[in-house]
Each structure stands twice: as C-alpha cells, then as structure tokens.
C-alpha cells in the first residue's frame, strides 16, 4: 500500500503510542498518589486550514506520569470544519505529547508532541504530520476525579494550516 511506505513514520509513531498506554507503571509515591488517568475533553476548534472558522472537538486522552513532574499522555483528538469550498471535512489527530508539570493537586502544565494529522472528506483521504504544543491546568480532588483545562494549538504540514483547541474536560484515575 503506497499510502503506507509514505508515511512509514506516521504509522510507527501510532504503534510506539498505543505500546506507551500498555507501559507499567512507577512505583514512586507521587506517581501512584496521581497515577495513570483517563481524560475526556472538548470544547471550540478554530482552524485556518483551507478556510478558516471555528468548529467544536472532542478527545480522549490517557496521563501516563514518568515522575512527579514529567506525563506522557497519548490520545485522539477528533474535529470537523468546513473547507473553502463547501465540503465537510473530519480530522483526526492521534499524537503522544511531552509534558512538565508542577507538584500538587493543582497543577500548571506545558507540553510538546506529534502525531499525524488525518483528514477525510467526500471518500478522500489525507495524512500530513502534525506538531502541537499545549499549556494548561490539572485539578485533581482525592476521590480519584479531576477537571482540566487547556489551549493546544498545532501546526500541521507543520505549517500549512494551524488548529487551536479550546478545552475543558475530566479525568478519572485508571
């Protein structure tokens, strides 16, 4: 499949994503006191892709923490816009991000990361990479729930068109 050996990369990055979900955990008592958790987020999509608006996503993420202050957190971002001549697009955004965060039951965070960009419209089909960059605030409370809240913007083809994502979620300890 030529789809395939061209975005060999892509493809690796997505296996190397779904092997970190799997990874054991730490056993240091900061990490277990957060732990691993599952986070649903969404809220308004504004995007200057092949045309320029403001939509609504949705995404799941999983907090896999590496120490007190360093997460992985790989996830799926899923949106919708309507391109500059008419047609509805749905993108896809599965990346694994790097993020540093502060200690504590609130907690300020940055982080970077990558993944492809899918895009699918009218039974066509595009991939690009995508790089995204976020900053943000986890809540946690001791009942094992959290909010959060983030702007995450990404360049994609890195720099052919731009995303920026406005989100509020919740998380849950796994």
């Not at 958790?37 to 504004?46: D, R, W």
């Not at 391109?83 to 502060?102: C, D, M, R, Y």
């Amino acid at each position: 499949m030529n789809v395939v050996r061209r975005h060999r990369p892509l493809y690796v990055l997505g296996v190397v994503m779904c092997a970190t979900v799997g990874a054991p955990r730490s056993g240091a008592a900061q990490v277990e006191r957060h732990g691993r958790a599952l986070a649903i987020v969404a809220g308004p999509f504004q995007y200057d892709l092949s045309g320029t608006g403001t939509s609504v996503f949705g995404a799941a993420r999983v907090e896999l923490p590496l120490g007190s202050v360093v997460v992985v957190e790989p996830g799926l971002t899923v949106g919708r816009y309507d391109a500059q001549f008419g047609s509805t697009v749905t993108l896809l955004f599965p990346e694994i991000q790097l993020q540093l965060q502060s200690r504590g039951s609130v907690s300020p965070y940055l982080g970077v990361g990558a993944g492809p960009a899918f895009a699918f419209s009218e039974g066509a089909s595009d991939s690009e990479l995508a790089l995204s960059t976020a900053v943000g605030l986890r809540v946690r409370t001791q009942s094992g729930w959290g909010v959060r809240g983030e702007l995450r913007v990404r360049a994609i083809d890195p720099f052919a068109g731009t995303t920026a994502e406005w989100g509020l979620g919740v998380s849950r300890r796994i």
